[in-house]
C-alpha cells in the first residue's frame, strides 16, 4: 500500500471517528461538516481507485 493510500485511508476511519462522536454529542452542524468531508474523501478515493470498506454512519 503506498503513502496516499494509507493516509486517505487514515483519514476515512478518522473522520467516520469524528462524525461518530459528533452524532452522539448531539452536535448537528459539525456532523454534517463531517458527513460532507466523508463524502468527499470517498469520491476521492473513487477517483484513485482506492477500495474503501463500508462506511460506519
Same mark, same amino acid.
Given at each position: 500500500?503506498?503513502? +496516499?493510500? %494509507?493516509? $486517505?485511508?487514515?483519514?476515512?476511519?478518522?473522520?467516520?471517528?469524528? $462524525?461518530?462522536?459528533?452524532?452522539?454529542? =448531539?452536535?448537528? +452542524? $459539525?456532523?454534517? @461538516?463531517?458527513?460532507?468531508?466523508?463524502?468527499?474523501? &470517498? #469520491? $476521492?478515493? %473513487?477517483? &484513485? =481507485?482506492?477500495? @474503501?470498506?463500508?462506511? #460506519?454512519?
Amino acid at each position: 500500500m503506498d503513502a +496516499f493510500t %494509507a493516509g $486517505l485511508l487514515q483519514r476515512i476511519r478518522t473522520t467516520e471517528t469524528d $462524525l461518530t462522536q459528533a452524532r452522539e454529542d =448531539g452536535d448537528d +452542524f $459539525l456532523a454534517e @461538516v463531517e458527513q460532507a468531508e466523508l463524502e468527499d474523501l &470517498h #469520491r $476521492l478515493a %473513487a477517483e &484513485h =481507485g482506492v477500495k @474503501v470498506g463500508a462506511v #460506519r454512519v
